[in-house]
T-cell receptor
Framework: GDSVTQMEGPVTLSEEAFLTINCTYT??????LFWYVQYPGEGLQLLLK?????DKGSNKGFEATYRKETTSFHLEKGSVQVSDSAVYFC??????????FGAGTRLTVKP | DTGVSQDPRHKITKRGQNVTFRCDPI?????LYWYRQTLGQGPEFLTY????????KSRLLSDRFSAERPKGSFSTLEIQRTEQGDSAMYLC?????????????FGQGTRLTVV
């Protein structure tokens, strides 16, 4: 079945460092891809999404490009801030509403 | 509208007891989802509703679990004869599907601890 594999954490970075969190997927069709973020004590929030190959999702300085050839949707940010500390989840949806999530990657940004 | 709300936020129960959780979705959303999240894992799909109809159930949803959305608005998730393995965060999400589609918006979850 469809699945998502994302980079294991935790990831600890200094402020202003470059961030990459890897995400690869397995799907039989053409899924939509998402990154959700969960800040401490809060629910999951959609960070960005891409619905077709070569689409780039972006929000709050984060970007991810839907790469069909490598079945990837890696999350990147050029300069992280302490406020970016959270758990990041990669997810896919094949349109049948059974959204599949990765295990999550905890990011800690130190001043 | 303040988003998806779940009640209670925390529940501690003894093994064998029944528990019921409530989810109030965003008012105009026609789809409602239940997920379960255990420590260090991503959310796992349990079931979803299109209006009041329950359209899909995961194999994770054993016979002890039942979900309802009687009027197509709020939903309840009941777990009967709870087991320690049921301890998890139960997440509810809602979305609008149709003429205008939205992503899934999540509530803050209900954390269940079975002792």
């Amino acid at each position: 079945g469809d699945s998502v594999t994302q980079m294991e954490g935790p990831v600890t970075l200094s402020e202003e460092a470059f961030l990459t969190i890897n995400c690869t997927y397995t799907a039989t069709g053409y899924p939509s891809l998402f990154w959700y973020v969960q800040y401490p004590g809060e629910g999951l929030q959609l960070l960005l999404k891409a619905t077709k190959a070569d689409d780039k999702g972006s929000n709050k300085g984060f970007e991810a490009t839907y790469r069909k050839e490598t079945t990837s949707f890696h999350l990147e940010k050029g300069s992280v801030q302490v406020s970016d500390s959270a758990v990041y989840f990669c997810a896919l949806s094949d349109g049948n509403n059974d959204m599949r999530f990765g295990a999550g990657t905890r990011l800690t940004v130190k001043p | 509208d303040t988003g998806v709300s779940q009640d209670p936020r925390h529940k501690i129960t003894k093994r064998g007891q029944n528990v019921t959780f409530r989810c109030d979705p965003i008012s105009e959303h026609n789809r409602l989802y239940w997920y379960r999240q255990t420590l260090g894992q991503g959310p796992e799909f349990l079931t979803y509703f299109q209006n009041e109809a329950q359209l899909e159930k995961s194999r994770l949803l054993s016979d002890r679990f039942s979900a309802e959305r009687p009027k197509g608005s709020f939903s309840t998730l009941e777990i009967q004869r709870t087991e320690q393995g049921d301890s998890a965060m139960y997440l509810c999400a809602s979305s609008l599907v149709g003429r205008a589609n939205t992503e899934a918006f999540f509530g803050q979850g209900t954390r269940l601890t079975v002792v």
